[in-house]
């Protein structure tokens, strides 16, 4: 049985030493958060997904949601988790007091989201996606819209969903047909089908309240005819209650590669007579009002990849903790040894560790860097941190995700053949990440917005501030010896590729944007690689502050070093090879007719 | 529906171009190989695999072998499928005239194998494992064993399986605990219990002929005590006929990520009173024959990747031209186009392909290598390219493996959403992909046999004379222009990469083990781009002096020329950043003590 431990050391390091949990207690609003507080935090949270949650996992994925005449039935066990999770507020954690929040910072709910994740993925996405829909009313929901869905919301009463995708539409928006015709009344009726709609049916909740994109009547054609539509399964009655069944169905949920136990609805609007919803924000602007939400979307999914990379790690190392086979390498005829002894498992399992750390600190500084941005008095600092937020956005989201697939992989590599028994459980954290890469945009969609919008138009001005600010942590490397020096020098080629990719990019994104966008993904992995050697090589140099001084755990100090180290060297070295697939690698992509593939 | 096409256009060009079919067809005993006896043999492999095995696939993963009550029942339309197989002499093709097979060089088979195992991955491993059974035989059969058991099985008759793994010996087959008793007449009673054995029950044919590593009652401890057997599931008649049900029964059947056609089963050996076998060969020196085998079964493992891939590019192609998607790039409210225009799917599909690629023309020239090495009358030719073979084994095996969960990957990524559907299928073809980097020794333990034995016991001879070639071809690139002049850099680069790392591994190899370790998969994975991209560069020289000469067709010339850049430019350019880990890499690697992890 997969156990899952909540990394709280490592946490708290990150938010405290590198995400500057000091500056985000310090901002307006945040008064109550305390290092107390954090820990207490963090220590229930832990356990509720190391003792309810992460049990839950397996079953999840070996019996699977099930559907039948349009209803579908959770796993065993989901609900009563469900109750626990909602009656102790961690529906709550990060939403606005006015509707029954703890409007706690984004640091931390990133944290707690994380264990969430890590716990158990599929059980994660309904209050991930109950968060979306909130965000999208309390963003341009009427009073009444506000005052009628969100405290049961914010309670976990009732869960959210979020229904852009059609069949005909995927990733271009510009093509969704469902349709809303006013009734007169204020109120709309909508017909259409959504597809791969999350936790779009399922019996945790009395009600389940949809966001919808449909067409009015004269909207214009392509992505600025939508408009978003609020619409619950159960109509709302004047007291609050659940009225009459709205006529939103499920027709099916798919059958998929992983997160069995998460529903992926197909949900059909107005098979009798119509779904009636209501308007949200003004006609037209609804793709514009789920681009605005999309940030906090996105950070989510790639706490996915994170988190399904801690989860395997420490699937992984487990089982090389217990699995005896074969004597210590150079030692004939020596006791058979535990295969963490193995260079190469010790290899994959540091690769698996140093990468999911500096997924966690790269992850977590952005998430302080949102709490900035949001909250902080001075006008500049919320632009800066802004800036940094819209900039690493797509490199958390893209560079996660598709990291998780490969850290996943090798925890699979790690067991051998057990790995590809499924009841030894490390072959389903494959399956379950294999969708973060692809859902809420792919990592071509990252890409693009990462060296369109976030780079070319404003002339790479945010990408070189960054740059800058690991220049100055290179210097600080340069500075010392041993393994510093090594982190150091693989830092600096890494920020070297980086700037000459970005060179690469602003000169080409207008000239031959096709060019510039064969190397879109390549670069955006490179951005992540460098990124989190920026953020390993902060904590090495903390670590070492932290040892000088004689403060607190040296053997997790000297850990931090030495991974920040391998990082450097198995990690940061793939940064040149990218960067010159970015600058050099369209000819080849480019150059062959359709039929000569 | 997934469609599977042989790729016979490639494979022809591979085989004649790039690995010597002419060489091959001028050997002793290869007298009937002739241009057009190959083409007929690919054309009818060609509709067997697409027309009848690659239907099949997906109903295999889908259904699934099923146990029951001891008994295993294949998926409906195997058992018919194989019937088909056999009588059309495929079992038959690369084994001994002597005992029914045709005797076709290796060359050959590779790419027959390479058919089935794309068609139908699952399917392919019942003859591949008989011929691992049917070279036990060949090897180290007396004759009364070969005239009992080796036409049966030529024929197809009769399946083969090898039994080597149990529960507490993994990759470790000096624990293998199973003991034969000697009876007095010649025959032994075999006791123990053997997991993960392909294909070991199933209702295919009347009788399976285990091949069974177990210890006689004297056997030394460790890999110097134990032997092989040849344990028929049915005890065969003096007349040939089945007789008697052996003692050996299939206990389950695994629950396993991918391959669910083909059953993985336990086996039980003399439960009641003990199953009888008798020996192969010399006792206590069963680890050696396996280990003289074992080429063989690795390649074939090899081919597993490279075929994998291939159908996953199919796959991911089609795909890629039916879905209509957005609009072109830099074409403003232009007409809704296939996703093949969009510059970030090219560059997957181009990756996909090219790798294929060049894992095919890396796997044939080995191929050709072990014809060269068996059939030529030339004692230093032959010793020349055993070498060359025995080196280049574990990078077809751990390479090809290694790239087919990517490739397999990127070809769900294409896919978007529908990847993760399971009817869609690209999923299938990572799940069965995944096992190929484990099973036949893993990538650590096919990088351990390339740096020690196969590298730093000859101190480095062969892959330098291997390396010398590969600086004539750079040579040759480097007075050209255009994207000859970037192949070549990139390729120049390569082998400066895969000099340095050798350097190091000949430098460290004996003083610190553990070191040169940590680098041996990134070395195996850098030998296998580099090498790849040696014979990608081979094919577009080749394919530039037949455009030059106006010959064949020129749209499949200048592709090869394309995807050689490509893969220079995205593929060899991750060379430096593999070797920089092989160099400096152990130290992060190794520094942490078991508890800081």
């Known amino acids: 049985m997969s156990q899952y431990t909540a990394p709280i050391r490592d946490m708290q390091f990150v938010m405290r030493e590198l995400a500057g949990l000091d500056a985000v207690a310090a901002l307006p609003g945040c008064e109550e958060v305390s290092p107390d507080l954090v820990d207490a935090i963090l220590e229930e949270a832990g356990k509720f997904a190391g003792g309810v949650l992460a049990p839950l996992n397996k079953i999840g994925d070996q019996h699977g949601a099930k559907w039948q005449d349009g209803k579908v039935t959770t796993v065993p066990g989901w ?15 990060a939403c606005d007091p006015q ?110 309240i949809h966001l919808v994109l449909a067409r009015l009547p004269d909207a214009p054609e392509g992505v600025k005819g939508i408009s978003l539509f609020v619409v619950p399964k159960f109509l709302v ?23 069995h136990a998460s529903p992926t609805a197909v949900l059909a609007f107005g098979d009798s007579g119509g779904a009636i919803g209501t308007l949200v924000g003004e006609p037209n602007r609804g793709l514009e009002y789920m681009f605005i939400m999309m940030n906090e979307a996105r950070f989510a999914v790639g706490m996915e990849g994170l988190a399904l ?68 008095p001075d ?4 632009a800066r941190n802004q800036a940094f937020v819209d900039l690493m956005i797509p ?6 995700t598709e990291n998780s697939v490969d850290i996943a992989s090798t925890g699979v590599q790690v067991h051998g053949g057990m790995g590809f028994i499924e009841e030894t459980g490390a072959a389903q954290h494959l399956r379950d990440a294999r969708i973060t890469p692809i859902y809420e945009g792919t990592t071509a969609i990252q890409a693009n917005d990462l060296i369109g919008r976030k780079i070319a138009r404003e002339a790479g001005a945010t990408i070189q501030g960054v740059v800058a600010e690991m220049r100055k942590v290179q210097a600080e490397l340069a500075a010392k010896d041993g393994d510093f020096t090594a982190i150091g020098r693989a830092l600096g080629n890494g920020i070297q590729a980086v700037e000459e990719a970005v060179a690469y990019i602003l000169a080409t994104y ?28 902060r904590a090495a140099l903390v670590a070492e502050r932290k040892l000088a001084q004689g403060e607190g755990d040296a053997a997790f100090y000297q850990a931090k070093i030495v991974t920040a180290r391998f990082y450097a060297d198995h990690v940061l070295a793939q940064a040149s090879g990218l960067s010159y697939a970015v600058v050099n690698g369209a000819a080849g992509a480019l150059a062959l007719s359709d039929e000569q593939f």
């Open 309 to 376: 990379s801690e989860r395997a790690y420490q699937h992984a190392l487990q089982y090389a903790r217990d699995r005896i086979q074969g004597t210590e390498l150079g030692v004939r005829g020596g006791p058979k040894v535990s295969i963490l002894q193995h260079p190469d498992v010790r290899r994959m399992l540091m690769s698996m560790k140093s990468q999911t750390e500096a997924m966690r600190a790269l992850a977590y500084v952005v998430g302080a860097a949102t709490d900035l941005a949001h909250l902080h």
């Open 99 to 208: 509707y029954g929040g703890q409007g706690l910072p984004k640091l931390i709910s990133t944290a707690v989201m994380e264990m969430w994740k890590s716990a158990n993925m599929a059980f994660s996405l309904c209050p991930m996606l109950t968060n979306g829909a909130i965000e999208a009313l309390m963003l341009r929901g009427t009073d009444a819209q506000k005052d009628m869905y969100l405290p049961k919301m914010v309670s976990g009463e009732w869960t959210g969903t979020m229904n852009l995708t059609e069949p005909q539409a995927g990733s271009d928006l510009a093509a969704v047909r469902t349709r809303a015709e006013p009734q007169g009344d204020g109120t709309y009726k909508i017909f259409g089908q959504k597809i791969f709609i999350t936790y779009g049916e399922h019996d945790l909740t009395d009600n389940i």
């Open 237 to 259: 009655n004047e007291d609050g209650s659940p009225g009459a069944r709205n006529d939103v169905h499920c027709v099916s949920i798919e059958h998929k590669l992983g997160i």
């Open 79 to 93: 609900k009563a988790a469900y109750e626990q999770f909602a009656e102790a507020g961690w529906t709550a954690l």
């Open 510 to 537: 207008n000239a031959d944007i096709k060019a510039a966008h064969v190397g879109s993904v390549p670069f955006l992995k490179l951005l992540g690689i460098v990124a989190g050697g920026w953020q390993m090589a």
């Open 379 to 382: 006008e500049g600092v919320r």
């Open 395 to 400: 490199v958390v989201k893209g560079w996660c």
